[in-house]
């Protein structure tokens, strides 16, 4: 006969299982401290090019918590442009005054020497 725990065994509580002994106690492991609206951004930045990903969740990772909630809501408004437009913006090759402040956190994230320089 076996020390296994029998399938009675394994429904009495006081029996430890493998998974116990594997996994500790479950009750006390929490998802990364990150409210809802967060994740469903993280998603929003996802685009169909990569460089427009990395754009966006440099921001969303980097500059989103200290964020005005003013600030918030732009990067909301930026995230609902098309491709074409939202890259022309990241890249500097058009501009609207309202999101510089977020181009350039995105640009100094990235890398910083290849930010457009602020038109006036």
Request: glycine share 6%; net charge negative.
């Amino acid at each position: 006969m076996t020390d296994r725990p029998t399938s009675s065994d394994a429904s009495d509580p006081g029996t430890p299982s493998i998974l116990a002994d594997v996994l500790g106690d479950a009750s006390s492991v929490r998802p990364p401290a990150d409210d809802g609206a967060k994740s469903r951004l993280r998603w929003r930045c996802r685009r169909g090019m990569r460089e427009l990903d990395q754009a966006m969740l440099a921001y969303l990772e980097h500059s989103w918590d200290q964020a005005s909630p003013e600030e918030r809501a732009l990067f909301e408004e930026l995230l609902d442009h098309q491709e074409p437009a939202l890259y022309a913006l990241v890249t500097g090759k058009d501009t609207e005054v309202r999101y510089q402040a977020i181009i350039d956190k995105i640009a100094r994230t990235l890398g910083g020497d290849d930010a457009p320089a602020p038109r006036t």
